[in-house]
């Protein structure tokens, strides 16, 4: 056996109930004494609330979705001029995506306390917009030192948004099992990630506040983020990259449109991983679970139905077929590529493809 697997060094603490006593030790343990708090208008008051045990500089609510750079540009300057030494983000990707950003310049160390399943805070990768054009980049210093978790923040989350926030989590997991670079190590982080996903968000789909499926989703959405920023982006996030550029799909709905076609695709051909994925969704089979597990939530099913035109998917095929990892375990074609589009498209059967 030969690989080699990077672990990302970051403190973790799930702390359900007890955020501010959490955060207060983490802060302490930095030595830190000027606080950045970055949480946007509507986590205003829950901020206030968990950071009341710090020492607090600094307080900025201006969250933009996909940091756009004049928003990083203005987080930095206050940063420098209030002469802050850490930064706290409470919210979910996009709260975290400009803590990333001053970190980018800065240095300052995060600690992240997130509020959705988007899994930013486990990532070393952070993300720019400019003229509409995101730039994402890979960076030791944007990964937050220390992340608390506390499920009882996210009992705010609506239901449907908190369904597909877990689902994109699942996706991770997925397509974590076949990315580029991925190792036995990024395999189990992902299989555990499934099983939490699997066990937490049925329970999260019925009540969206309850805490006991909150905390499995959150445990499995840590795990998700940590195999897949390892693992490196696979065929389904490929797919859902050029798809949402090119017609501006909701970025969750298409990963849950998109994830049941490509396991479909791949799990025949990766026989070790669709076991594992199986065990881990208590079903005879990955494709089963995951179906049984959409059902239950009601999962989106067609692309069509979020705005994509049907002559998209001639458009799709070849930039798609140009991004797919050269370790994809099914040979992708033209054909077969363009047949997976196609029903996901329409909404058919992830089995019943016909080649065109
Ligand atoms: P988001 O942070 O934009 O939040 C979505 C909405 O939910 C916002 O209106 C927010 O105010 C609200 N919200 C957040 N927490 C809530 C709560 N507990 N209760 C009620 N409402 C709440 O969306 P997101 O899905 O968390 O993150 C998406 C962003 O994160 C994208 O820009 C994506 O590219 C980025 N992202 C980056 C990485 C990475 O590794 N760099 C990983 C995942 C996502």
Known sequence: MR??????????????????????????????????????????????????????????????????????????ARAAEHTVDAIVCIGGGSTTGLAKAVALT????????????????????????????????????VLPGAVVYDASLLATLPGELAVASGLNALAHCVDAMWGPRVDPIDQVFATEGIRGLAAGLPKVARDSAGVEGIEQTLYGAYLAAVSFTSAGSGMHHKICHVLGGMFDLPHAQTHAVVLPHVLAFNAPSAPEAEAR??????????????????????????????????????????????????????????????????AAWAGAHPDKREES
């Open 106 to 141: 800065t240095g300052l160390p995060i600690v992240a306390v997130p509020t959705t399943y988007a899994g930013s805070e486990a990532t070393d990768v952070w993300g720019l917009t400019s003229d509409g054009t995101k730039t994402t980049g890979v960076d030791p210093r």
């Open 277 to 342: 994925m199986a065990s881990a969704f208590g079903a005879a089979s990955a494709v089963e679970g995951l179906a049984g597990l959409r059902t239950t939530l009601g999962a989106p099913q067609a692309l069509k139905d979020y705005g994509m035109p049907e002559d998209g998917i001639a458009q799709a095929v070849a930039p798609i077929l140009a991004a797919i990892p050269d370790n994809n375990p099914a040979p992708v074609t033209e054909a077969n590529l363009a047949a997976l589009l196609r």
């Open 3 to 76: 690989f080699t697997h990077e672990s990302l060094p970051q403190r973790v603490r799930f702390a359900t109930g007890e955020a501010d006593a959490a955060l207060a030790a983490e802060i302490d343990r930095l030595g830190a004494r000027r606080v950045m708090v970055i949480a946007s208008g509507r986590e205003a008051e829950t901020a206030a609330r968990i950071t009341s045990e710090i020492p607090v500089a600094l307080r900025h609510d201006e969250v933009v979705m996909h940091v756009p750079v004049e928003v990083a540009e203005r987080a930095r």
